[in-house]
C-alpha cells in the first residue's frame, strides 16, 4: 500500500500544478495526435492496399496477354501444319513412297518457317521423314500423345508436351544439348533433388493426313523447342512493357517454366545472363504446379522482389507440365508508395500544427474566464458571498459566468435565510430552556397546594349539609383545580429532563396503537382515517411511549382543526438520504395561518380558543423528537389543511445495509 501511495503521489501533486490551458492543450494535443496518427496508419494502409491492388489487377491482365501470346504460338503452328496438310505434293508422295518429294516439300516449310522438327509418319504411326535428323525414320510414334490423339480424332491438335533425353536424339544431338539445363541453387526455392534436367518442352500440333478419297495416310506434326528459346518470352515482354526500365533494370518480365525451373525467360541474374536453370519460389510451386491454381502476389525472382502472375502450363492431357509467369518489379511500386506515404504524413503534420496553434488560443480564451471562476468560487469560500463576475461573452463561458453570479446571490439569499433561522432556533432553544426551568420550579412549588385544595374540595363535595349554591361554588373549585393540575401536568412533562427508554420498535406499530386509541372517540366520528404505511421500513431506536405521545398530540389537534369532518391521513416511508424513517399526519382542515406558522411549536403559544387549550402540547413533542436525534417540520395552507412530518433516524446497521 505504501509503495502504491508513493507512486501515485507525485502524480497527484504534479496534476494539481499543472494549470487549466496546459491540461487543455496536452488533451487536445493528444487527441489530435491520436486522430492523426489514426487516420494516418488507417491512409497508409489503405495506400498500401490500392497500390497493391492496382498492381496485382494489371499483372492479372498482363497474364491474360501472355497467354494469348502463348496459345498464339500454338495455333500459328496448327494453321502451318493445316495448310501444308492439303498440299498434294505431301499426301501423293506419301501415298506414292516418294521420300525425295516428301524431303524437298517438308525442308522447305522446316526451315521457311523456323520449326524445331517437323516429321510425317505412315498409316501406323511410324516416322516416314525427320526433317531435323533425316538419317533416323521407321521409329513408332504411338506413345506420343499429340500424335495419337490427332490420328485417333482425325482433327487438328496443339499443345504442350515434354520430351524425354532419348526423343530429344532421335531428333538431332543439338536439340538435345539445347534442352539439357544446370539446375541452379535459387534463394526461397524448394531443396534440389537433382543437378541437371535432360528433357525437353516444347510446343506441337499434329494433323493427320488424308488421300483424295478421304483414306487416312499418316500424321504431320511439328512444333518449336522452348528450352533456351526466347522469342515467346520476349515477345510478351515487348508487347506487355514495351522495355520499361527502373534504375537500369527491366520493369517487366516474363518466363517459361518446365517445372520449377526456368528454360526461357529474360530475368537475369545478377552476372547479367538468363536466368535459366533457376527454379520458382517454394510456396509458388505449392500453390501452382501442386494444386493447379493461379498465383496472383509478390514474389521472390531470382534476386529481387516482383508483384507476380502465374498460371500453370498443361499439356493435352491436363497434366500440369509447366508454368506461364509475367511481373513487374515492386521498386517502382514501392517508391510511389513512399512518395504518396511521405505526401500523406506531410499534410497530417501540417494540419496537427494548424490544430495545436488554434487549441493553444482557444484554450486561452477558455482557460482566462474559467481562472476568474475559480477565483470567484475561492472568494465565495472565503465567505465573500457579495462577489460578482462581469461576463465578457454570450457563450456557454458567459452562461457560466451568470450562473455563477445566480448561485452566488443564492448562497447568499440562503445565508441570510440560515441566519435568521438559526437565531429564530436559539431564540426559542433559549426561551424553551428558560420557559422549562421555570415551569419546573413553578410546577414544583404549587403541585403540593394543588393538590391540597383539590383533596379538600372534594371532601366538601362529600358533606350532605352543603346548600346547592354553596356544592356549585364548590364545583367550579374542583373544575378548576384539576385543570390546574393538567397544566402543572404538562408543565412537568415539558420540562422533564430524564432520558428516554429507547428499544428498536416499528413506527408502524406505534401509528396503530395510537389509532386505536382515538378511533372510537366522539371527536372522530365523522373524520375518515387513511394510512399508507410502508411495509418494509426497519424497526427504529425511540421510546415508544413518547413517540405515541407525539403522533397523539398531532392526531388531537388534526382532528381539532377538522369540526365538520375530513380526512386524515397518515403514513410512513423513508426520508430522501434513507437515513431517516419519516410519519407524516396530513389534514384537511382549517390550517394554520403563515405568521402562526414560526410559533407553534413556542410553550402557551395556541391558535385555539381560551380555555381549549394550554399551548404546550406541541411544545412538549418538539421537545420528544429533538432529545431522539430527530426533527418536526410542518407545512400549511389555510382552508386546505396541515402536514405534520417526523423525522427519526435510522439506526447506524440498519442505514448501512
Given at each position: 500500500m505504501s509503495e502504491k501511495n508513493g507512486a501515485t503521489g507525485p502524480l497527484r501533486r504534479l496534476r494539481k500544478t499543472i494549470s487549466l490551458r496546459a491540461r487543455l492543450l496536452i488533451g487536445l494535443l493528444l487527441v489530435v495526435l491520436l486522430s492523426g496518427l489514426t487516420s494516418t496508419t488507417v491512409g497508409i494502409r489503405f495506400i498500401n492496399d490500392g497500390i497493391v491492388k492496382q498492381a496485382q489487377n494489371q499483372v492479372r491482365l498482363d497474364l491474360n496477354t501472355a497467354r494469348e501470346i502463348y496459345n498464339g504460338n500454338i495455333r500459328e503452328i496448327q494453321t502451318l501444319l493445316e495448310f501444308s496438310a492439303i498440299r498434294p505434293s505431301i499426301w501423293n508422295s506419301l501415298a506414292q513412297g516418294d521420300t525425295n518429294l516428301l524431303r524437298n516439300t517438308l525442308t522447305d516449310i522446316y526451315e521457311k518457317r523456323g520449326l524445331d522438327i517437323l516429321n510425317i509418319t505412315d498409316d501406323r504411326l511410324r516416322i516416314v521423314f525427320r526433317c531435323a535428323n533425316p538419317a533416323i525414320s521407321g521409329d513408332s510414334q504411338e506413345t506420343n500423345s499429340i500424335v495419337g490423339r490427332a490420328w485417333e480424332r482425325g482433327g487438328l491438335v496443339g499443345s504442350t508436351q515434354v520430351l524425354s533425353h532419348e526423343e530429344l536424339r532421335k531428333e538431332g544431338n543439338h536439340l538435345a544439348e539445347r534442352a539439357r539445363v544446370r539446375i541452379l541453387p535459387t534463394p526461397k526455392a524448394r531443396p534440389l533433388e537433382h543437378a541437371d534436367s535432360t528433357s525437353g518442352m516444347m510446343i506441337v500440333a499434329a494433323v493427320p493426313l488424308h488421300d483424295e478419297v478421304g483414306q487416312p495416310l499418316g500424321v504431320l506434326y511439328g512444333g518449336i523447342l522452348l528450352n533456351r528459346r526466347y522469342d515467346i518470352v520476349d515477345k510478351i515482354k515487348n508487347t506487355v512493357y514495351r522495355d520499361e526500365v527502373y534504375n537500369g533494370e527491366a520493369i517487366g518480365t516474363s518466363t517459361i517454366f518446365q517445372g520449377d525451373t526456368r528454360i526461357s525467360t529474360n530475368v537475369f541474374t545478377e552476372a547479367g545472363d538468363r536466368a535459366i536453370g533457376t527454379r520458382v519460389s517454394s510456396e509458388v510451386h505449392d500453390e501452382v504446379l501442386v494444386k493447379g491454381r493461379n498465383w496472383i502476389d509478390r514474389a521472390f525472382v531470382v534476386n529481387n522482389w516482383y508483384i507476380t502472375a502465374y498460371e500453370p502450363i498443361r499439356d493435352v492431357s491436363e497434366e500440369i507440365i509447366g508454368i506461364l509467369y509475367v511481373g513487374v518489379l515492386e521498386k517502382p511500386y514501392d517508391e510511389l508508395r513512399r512518395r504518396i506515404i511521405l505526401s500523406f504524413l506531410s499534410?497530417?503534420?501540417?494540419?496537427?500544427?494548424?490544430?495545436?496553434?488554434?487549441?493553444?488560443?482557444?484554450?486561452?480564451?477558455?482557460?482566462?474566464?474559467?481562472?476568474?471562476?475559480?477565483?470567484?468560487?475561492?472568494?465565495?469560500?472565503?465567505?465573500?458571498?457579495?462577489?460578482?463576475?462581469?461576463?465578457?461573452?454570450?457563450?456557454?463561458?458567459?452562461?457560466?459566468?451568470?450562473?455563477?453570479?445566480?448561485?452566488?446571490?443564492?448562497?447568499?439569499?440562503?445565508?441570510?435565510?440560515?441566519?435568521?433561522?438559526?437565531?429564530?432556533?436559539?431564540?426559542?432553544?433559549?426561551?424553551?430552556?428558560?420557559?422549562?426551568?421555570?415551569?419546573?420550579?413553578?410546577?414544583?412549588?404549587?403541585?403540593?397546594?394543588?393538590?391540597?385544595?383539590?383533596?379538600?374540595?372534594?371532601?366538601?363535595?362529600?358533606?350532605?349539609?352543603?346548600?346547592?349554591?354553596?356544592?356549585?361554588?364548590?364545583?367550579?373549585?374542583?373544575?378548576?383545580?384539576?385543570?390546574?393540575?393538567?397544566?402543572?401536568?404538562?408543565?412537568?412533562?415539558?420540562?422533564?429532563?430524564?432520558?428516554?427508554?429507547?428499544?428498536?420498535?416499528?413506527?408502524?406499530?406505534?401509528?396503530?396503537?395510537?389509532?386505536?386509541?382515538?378511533?372510537?372517540?366522539?371527536?372522530?366520528?365523522?373524520?375518515?382515517?387513511?394510512?399508507?404505511?410502508?411495509?418494509?421500513?426497519?424497526?427504529?431506536?425511540v421510546d415508544p411511549n413518547q413517540i405515541q405521545q407525539v403522533i397523539l398530540n398531532i392526531i388531537l389537534n388534526a382532528a381539532e382543526a377538522m369540526p365538520d369532518g375530513g380526512t386524515l391521513t397518515l403514513s410512513s416511508n423513508y426520508g430522501a438520504d434513507r437515513h431517516f424513517i419519516k410519519i407524516s399526519v396530513q389534514d384537511t382542515g382549517t390550517g394554520i395561518p403563515k405568521n402562526d406558522l414560526d410559533r407553534i411549536f413556542d410553550p402557551f403559544y395556541t391558535t385555539k380558543q381560551q380555555g381549549k387549550g394550554t399551548g404546550l402540547g406541541l411544545a412538549v413533542s418538539y421537545g420528544i423528537v429533538e432529545q431522539h436525534g430527530g426533527n418536526i417540520a410542518v407545512s400549511s395552507q389555510v382552508n386546505k389543511g396541515s402536514t405534520f412530518e417526523i423525522n427519526l433516524p435510522v439506526a447506524k446497521d440498519e442505514t448501512n445495509s
Open positions: 499534410i497530417t503534420l501540417l494540419g496537427i500544427a494548424l490544430v495545436i496553434v488554434i487549441s493553444y488560443v482557444l484554450s486561452r480564451r477558455i482557460s482566462k474566464p474559467v481562472g476568474q471562476l475559480a477565483k470567484g468560487a475561492q472568494r465565495l469560500a472565503r465567505g465573500e458571498l457579495d462577489h460578482r463576475i462581469v461576463p465578457k461573452s454570450s457563450d456557454e463561458i458567459g452562461q457560466l459566468c451568470h450562473a455563477f453570479n445566480a448561485m452566488a446571490e443564492s448562497l447568499l439569499d440562503r445565508d441570510r435565510q440560515l441566519w435568521e433561522r438559526t437565531q429564530r432556533q436559539l431564540s426559542r432553544s433559549e426561551k424553551l430552556a428558560s420557559v422549562g426551568r421555570l415551569a419546573a420550579g413553578v410546577a414544583h412549588e404549587i403541585n403540593n397546594p394543588l393538590t391540597g385544595v383539590l383533596t379538600f374540595s372534594n371532601l366538601l363535595l362529600q358533606d350532605t349539609d352543603l346548600s346547592s349554591r354553596a356544592r356549585e361554588d364548590v364545583q367550579v373549585i374542583v373544575d378548576e383545580t384539576t385543570r390546574c393540575r393538567e397544566i402543572v401536568k404538562n408543565l412537568l412533562d415539558f420540562a422533564r429532563e430524564t432520558a428516554p427508554e429507547i428499544v428498536p420498535t416499528s413506527v408502524n406499530a406505534i401509528v396503530e396503537k395510537t389509532l386505536d386509541i382515538v378511533r372510537k372517540q366522539s371527536l372522530f366520528g365523522n373524520i375518515v382515517i387513511e394510512k399508507r404505511l410502508r411495509t418494509d421500513l426497519p424497526k427504529t431506536p
